[in-house]
């Protein structure tokens, strides 16, 4: 198993356009979750997944941002009109079911110009 | 509010030396600890981990202490070394671990030679 892979690695978009990031998490982890980190902060917590239901959403997920697991497996997380403020790092982690300790990919650079 | 807080931005120790990371937290709730380590480009990475039922946790070089009156954790690291120097996050989640993780702001570690 190669660990948690998120595509693409990094995104360059003019403000306005929608874009979509996907993560594939470890095989057998139930759990996938969705950070945010933007510079000298740490991981964020956007919404977390168990199989495919999304269980908890941060109020930092507004109405653009929409994520699935369709069938329990990769998650994709968009972003429609995008904004600048939405130039981050974006991170997926999985985890076992009940597991505290997530596996981290290696993130989607986003840049919005 | 920072929930999870690591006040110091960087740290500076020679190689071979002990290295102490610190963090406070403020939330009652929190009952699991975690420390991650992270690299440029790429995602956090799990060092080890306590629950609140224990005081300390050792894994090789790396300790964990945990003081639940202080509401405080650090991470040592016996002996340091070069490859030791990254930007560590101190996280907490409730429920045994079960809930989302809250990230601290990082402590930069450099190992000098």
């Known amino acids: 198993d190669t660990g948690v892979s998120q595509d693409p690695r990094h995104k360059i978009t003019k403000r306005g356009q929608n874009v979509t990031f996907r993560c594939d998490p470890i095989?057998?982890?139930?759990?996938l979750y969705w950070y945010r980190q933007t510079l000298g902060q740490g991981p964020e917590f956007l919404t977390y997944?168990?199989?495919?239901?999304?269980?908890?959403k941060s109020r930092l997920l507004s109405d653009r941002f929409s994520a699935e697991r369709p069938k329990g497996s990769f998650s994709t997380l968009e972003i429609q009109r995008t904004e600048q403020g939405d130039s981050a790092m974006y991170l997926c982690?999985?985890?076992?079911?009940?597991?505290?300790?997530?596996?981290f990919g290696p993130g989607t650079r986003l840049t919005v110009t | 509010d920072q929930q999870v807080k690591q006040n110091s931005p960087s740290l500076s120790v020679q190689e071979g030396r002990i290295s102490i990371l610190n963090c406070d937290y403020t939330?009652?709730?929190?009952?699991?600890f975690l420390w991650y380590k992270k690299y440029p480009a790429e995602g956090p990475t799990f060092l080890i981990s306590i629950s609140s039922i224990k005081d300390k946790n050792e894994d090789g070089r790396f300790t964990v202490f945990l003081n639940k009156s202080a509401k405080h954790l650090s991470l040592h690291i016996v002996p340091s070394q070069p490859g030791d120097s990254a930007v560590y996050f101190c996280?907490?989640?409730?429920?045994?671990?079960?809930?989302?993780?809250?990230f601290g702001k990082g402590t930069r570690l450099h190992i000098l030679p």
């Open positions: 996280a907490a989640s409730a429920r045994g671990g079960d809930d989302k993780i809250i």
């Open positions: 095989s057998e982890h139930n759990r």
């Open positions: 997944f168990q199989n495919e239901a999304q269980l908890e």
């Open positions: 939330n009652s709730m929190f009952d699991y």
């Open positions: 982690a999985s985890s076992l079911l009940q597991g505290s300790e997530q596996y």
